[in-house]
């Protein structure tokens, strides 16, 4: 049975707000960006979203679910696909049915690794996609799994003062090394998570419809010019040696060219990556100093 679901602005309380994945870093980033709501934020020890919730979740009232727990380690999927499709797919069924019978609208997130990167010019809501990897097509399935009335909010590249990110990767290689290999024939568009986290809070706050939304930074680069672009912004003098995907050997295939942009008339704007990237270098420093 459906739980009764008032409006929590008309009920004079307030929005009371549940996170999966809490711990990784974009969940870190919304808990930042809700935090005048009521936060239940639920890390991988406290719901492993691959089984149902326990009854002191599934007996909440939520009035919003944001859905970021996720198998995220692209190469790793490669090997382990039934593990990652168990919380892609899996999981995000099992938090799609907990939001709908509580009533409440579910964010769940996806990625620009959807799609093949072949089309060569930014990806928008009406492409077609066309996963490359295990990863990819877990969270192509997971998409499906979050339902017609869940928003689905595809972003790029996250990067964050917490957690594993590419960022943070070239803040630790830069600081021991005088040159780091990267490659410079993929190209994307960076998200700073917080800015993410804040379009995010606008889309649900706005009213806006369900469906696919494209959400990531503006602007675009290769991973070379962003590494080159975090060691210039933290004062590093590494140098980066530009490389080609194939001379790394990865597990899983990436798409060339997977900038994402919205089509969508009213879709929040990010801001650029670079002004996400001195913002996070400048999160990060205070991180380290407290
Ligand atoms: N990172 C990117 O570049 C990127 C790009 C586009 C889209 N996305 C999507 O954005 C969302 C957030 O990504 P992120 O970068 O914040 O990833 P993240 O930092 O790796 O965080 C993911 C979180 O999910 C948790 N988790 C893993 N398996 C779980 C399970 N079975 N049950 C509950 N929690 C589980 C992880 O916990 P443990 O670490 O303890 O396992 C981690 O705290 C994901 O949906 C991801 O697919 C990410």
Redesign the pocket.
Known sequence: MEHEHPDPVRAGRRRRVLI??A?????RALQEAFADDDLVAL??KE????HPPDDTVSQGAFDLVLH?????DVDGAEANPQEAAA?NVG?TANVAALAHSLGAPLVA????YVFDGRKGAPYVESDAPNPLSTYGRT?LHGEAAAGSDAWIVR????FGPT???FVRTMLRLGADRDEVAVVEDQRGAPTYVAHLAAAVRELVDSGAPPGIWHLAGDGDCTWADFAEAIFAEAGLGTKVRRIRTEDLARQAPRPAYSVLRSEREDSPALPHWSDGLRDCLAAHSESRRA
């Open positions: 999966t994945g711990g990784g870093q974009l969940g890390s991988h719901w492993d979203v691959s970021t727990a996720a198998w995220t919380v999981g997130f996806s990625t620009d969270k972003s790029s590249w996250l957690g594993r990110n």
